[in-house]
T-cell receptor, first 118, second 113 residues
C-alpha cells in the first residue's frame, strides 16, 4: 500500500532555532500534501495545503512566515518551523494525496514528528 | 466539509463487534465518507471509505444508510490493538481538486479485555 515517510520522528530544539520536517511519498506521486498539528488530547488541525511547484495555502490563523512550506517535487514536501518557541511544541503530521486517485482521493499519513522546543 | 457528529467515547469487549456511528446529515450526493483511526502518538491510518453502497475490507465494514445521512463503522472482532480514536470524515467534494481532510473530535474507542 501507499507509504508516506516523515522525518524526523522526534526532535528537540532550542528556542529561537529553526527545525525542518520532511514528508516523502515513497511509492506514489503527490502533487498535493497537507500539514497538520496536534496538541495533546486534541484532534488534528489542518495548518496548510502544500502544492508542488506553487505556494502553499495556509489555513486561517496559521502564520505563513513562521511555518515555511516547500514542495519542490512530486514526492517531497518540507515544513520548516522558524524561530521556534515553546508554544510551537506539538505533534506535526503530514499527509499526501495520491495523484493516481480517480473518483475518490486516497490520503496517506506520515507517522508524525514530535517537536519539543526548550 | 459536511459536518460529522460522533460520540466522544465508546467501550467494547475484546472479541466482540465494535459499532461506531457517525451522523453526516448535510452530506452531498457525490461526497464520500472516509474513516480513519489514530492510535496514540501515531499518524492516522486509513480504514475504509464509501459513497452509497456498503463496503467491506480486511479491516472493517462500512454501513451507509439509504439516505446517506449516517453511517456505521463495524470492526467485526475487536482486539486490544483496535483501541484508538476513530474519525469519520466527509470532505467537501464540490471542488474535487481542492478537497482536503479536516478532522473532528472523533470517537475514542477502548477495547476492554
Amino acid at each position: 500500500g501507499a507509504v508516506v515517510s516523515q522525518h524526523p520522528s522526534r526532535v528537540i530544539c532550542k528556542s529561537g532555532t529553526s527545525v525542518k520536517i520532511e514528508c516523502r511519498s515513497l511509492d506514489f506521486q503527490a502533487t498535493t500534501m497537507f500539514w497538520y498539528r496536534q496538541f495533546p488530547k486534541q484532534s488534528l488541525m489542518l495548518m496548510a495545503t502544500s502544492n508542488e511547484g506553487s505556494k502553499a495555502t495556509y489555513e486561517q490563523g496559521v502564520e505563513k512566515d513562521k511555518f515555511l512550506i516547500n514542495h519542490a517535487s512530486l514526492t517531497l514536501s518540507t515544513l520548516t518551523v522558524t524561530s521556534a518557541h515553546p508554544e510551537d511544541s506539538s505533534f506535526y503530521i503530514c499527509s499526501a494525496r495520491d495523484d493516481g486517485s480517480l473518483s475518490f482521493h486516497s490520503y496517506t499519513f506520515g507517522s508524525g514528528t514530535r517537536l519539543t522546543v526548550v | 466539509d459536511a459536518k460529522t457528529t460522533q460520540p466522544p467515547s465508546m467501550d467494547c469487549a475484546e472479541g466482540r463487534a465494535a459499532n461506531l456511528p457517525c451522523n453526516h446529515s448535510t452530506i452531498s450526493g457525490n461526497e464520500y465518507v472516509y474513516w480513519y483511526r489514530q492510535i496514540h502518538s501515531q499518524g492516522p491510518q486509513y480504514i475504509i471509505h464509501g459513497l452509497k453502497n456498503n463496503e467491506t475490507n480486511e479491516m472493517a465494514s462500512l454501513i451507509i444508510t439509504e439516505d446517506r445521512k449516517s453511517s456505521t463503522l463495524i470492526l467485526p472482532h475487536a482486539t486490544l490493538r483496535d483501541t484508538a480514536v476513530y474519525y469519520c470524515i466527509v470532505p467537501n467534494q464540490t471542488n474535487f481538486g481542492n478537497e482536503k481532510l479536516t478532522f473532528g473530535t472523533g470517537t475514542r474507542l477502548t477495547i476492554i479485555p
